[in-house]
């Protein structure tokens, strides 16, 4: 007799979201990274712009470490802030180092209206919601990035040695940073088996919003949208 396979909770996530991961592959500034035709400039742009989100972002796994129920799940997520802080942080500052931005300068970025306002939303989720509402906002940022990262790898594999950007891609298509995306999806399916549909309509929502903030950053990059109305600091 054939098993019924029930759909996992990650399989509807990524359905539902399918629409938007594909926009965020296809856009301009992504293609450019894998053509390794984008402007020098842009790139630049994106490590200050990105070294500030990841401040931010990697703090959700400490916050997720405090929320655990198990030392298991503590284990991981101190495994993830330390792999954000070291491997993934360090693509971007030897990128900057080559580029002649220090250190400072990248942790100095001011981060755009758009960068505050989802690293906000992920913070403001992950103080006052539950463990699952923290994962369900920060599985796009490792999700998705993982996905892009695959997917340049395949479309482009061919002229990678000769693209500037390559560095870039292998770390985010690489197994390790696979395998942590694999376990954020795995805890998502955890924390949500057997629960009320009311409570995965809270995830489901917390998942697109993320998503789109998704998108919203690269154009965000793309377009070099800052704040307006520059103000000076007084000495
Ligand atoms: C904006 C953004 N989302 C996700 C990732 C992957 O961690 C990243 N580095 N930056």
Redesign the pocket.
Known sequence: MESIQTERFTDRLYRNVEPIWSKNFHHSFVQGIGRGTLERELFSYYLKQ?YV??IE?SKLFAIGAQKATSIEVMKQFSVLLHETLHF?MDVHRSYAKSFGISEEELEQSEPTPINLAYTNYMLNVAHNGTLAELVSCLLP??WD?WEIGKKLYSNYHNELETNPYKNWIKAYSSDEFGALAKWLIQLMDELTFEKPERELTILENHFQTTSRF?FL?WEMLLNQEEWPLQVQNMV
């Open positions: 990105d989100y990841l972002y993934e940022c490792a990035y998704e950053f």
